[in-house]
């Protein structure tokens, strides 16, 4: 009885623990936790993200969990240490620091390259 309580438990919080894949939420795309995603107008590469170094610490990547399978506009790109970037429409997206909350979208117009990805 313990042993199968300790087993459900565990299956439980692994699920839990998952990333989600974007969705599209009020309009807008967004990641599993509600926190709104970017595309740069520098990606023009397909299949390759063009924000590097310290690009990327303000604009990280909208990372996959390794058991994430790419479906209809949803897609995957290689990113850094043996990880995958999500993709919408083949086009890489982001986070933004400057986001806090689920919802806000601070970096829409950023430098009038970054945009608040819409379906």
């Known amino acids: 009885m313990i042993k199968t309580l300790l087993c459900v438990l565990a299956c439980t919080v692994s699920l839990a ?3 989600e894949p974007p969705k599209i939420a009020s309009g807008i795309v967004a990641d599993g936790d509600g926190m709104t ?6 990606d023009t590469v397909p299949g390759k993200s063009a924000c590097t170094g310290s690009c990327s610490a303000n604009w990280p990547a909208a990372l996959a969990d390794s058991n994430d399978k790419p479906s209809g506009e949803w897609g995957l790109i ?3 240490q043996d990880r995958h970037q999500w993709t919408y429409k083949g086009r890489p997206l982001y986070r ?3 986001d806090k909350q689920p919802g806000q979208k601070n970096g829409d117009g950023f430098g009038g390259v970054w945009h608040i990805v819409k379906p």
């Open 37 to 42: 995603l970017y595309t740069f107008d520098r």
């Open 78 to 80: 290689a990113a850094d």
């Open 17 to 19: 623990a998952l990333a």
């Open 96 to 98: 933004f620091s400057g």
